[in-house]
């Protein structure tokens, strides 16, 4: 039972344009959730992060959606560069204060921007 | 920012063999490390939380006697694939949060194990 679904195994946009990385989850007890960017052979890379109290968050070209009714988050980048072509993962956190939070990662996006 | 390494990078062994993979936090303590393994064109999935001082958590279907963990040190957890099979082969990821309650946590750069 998939937690954390990213529907889009893979997305292309043109360079300049706005990338959307959509993600889904069904556990109603995540409060916490993290995009991750990730190349071929090498560890996750943190690039911005939610609280379940907010609805957006942004960081430069990055910015989160979160929308609780629906259960869905989205990310955000524009504008799209090259060097952005990777696969994205979303997360999910929970957990009790104080303590190190568990993640659960959605399947990844591979987004392609083109020159 | 915070930095996590894995050693090592790439590990090529027989079947039936132990491998061990470290994971270090360089730069701040980390009293819980999680391990995880991604499988080709699939998410990462949680294995195991590693707890400094004592024992690790393991999720359900993964075999605690074939992964042992070792959290020996504020900055050291260590994974031991016992009597590897190729079923095993997959890339191993470690990651830690900055702090307790930090819900970002920072990933180690993976371990590739190939098991002939």
């Known amino acids: 039972d998939q937690q954390v679904k990213q529907n889009s195994p893979s997305l292309s946009v043109q360079e300049g344009r706005i990338s959307i990385l959509n993600c889904d989850y069904t556990?109603?007890?995540?409060?916490?959730f993290l995009w991750y960017k990730k190349y071929p052979a090498e560890g996750p890379t943190f690039l911005i992060s939610?609280?379940?109290?907010?609805d957006k968050n942004e960081d430069g070209r990055f910015t989160v959606f979160l929308n609780k009714s629906a259960k869905h988050l989205s990310l955000h980048i524009v504008p799209s560069q090259p060097g952005d072509s990777a696969v994205y993962f979303c997360a999910a956190g929970r957990g009790s204060s104080g303590s190190a939070r568990q993640l659960t990662f959605g399947s990844g996006t591979q987004l392609t921007v083109l020159p | 920012g915070a930095v996590v390494s894995q050693h090592p990078s790439w590990v090529i062994c027989k079947s039936g063999t132990s491998v061990k993979i470290e994971c270090r936090s360089l730069d701040f303590q980390a009293t819980t490390m999680f391990w995880y393994r991604q499988f080709p064109k699939q998410s990462l999935m949680l294995m195991a939380t590693?707890?400094?001082?004592?024992?690790?958590?393991?999720e359900q279907g993964v075999e605690k006697d074939k992964f042992l963990i070792n959290h020996a040190s504020l900055t050291l957890s260590t994974l031991t694939v016992t009597s590897a099979h190729p079923e095993d082969s997959s890339f191993y990821i470690c990651?830690?949060?900055?702090?307790?309650?930090?819900?970002?946590?920072?990933f180690g750069p993976g371990t590739r194990l190939l098991v002939l």
């Open positions: 990651s830690a949060p900055l702090r307790l309650g930090r819900e970002t946590q920072y």
């Open positions: 590693s707890n400094e001082g004592s024992k690790a958590t393991y």
């Open positions: 556990n109603s007890m995540f409060d916490y």
């Open positions: 939610i609280s379940s109290i907010k």
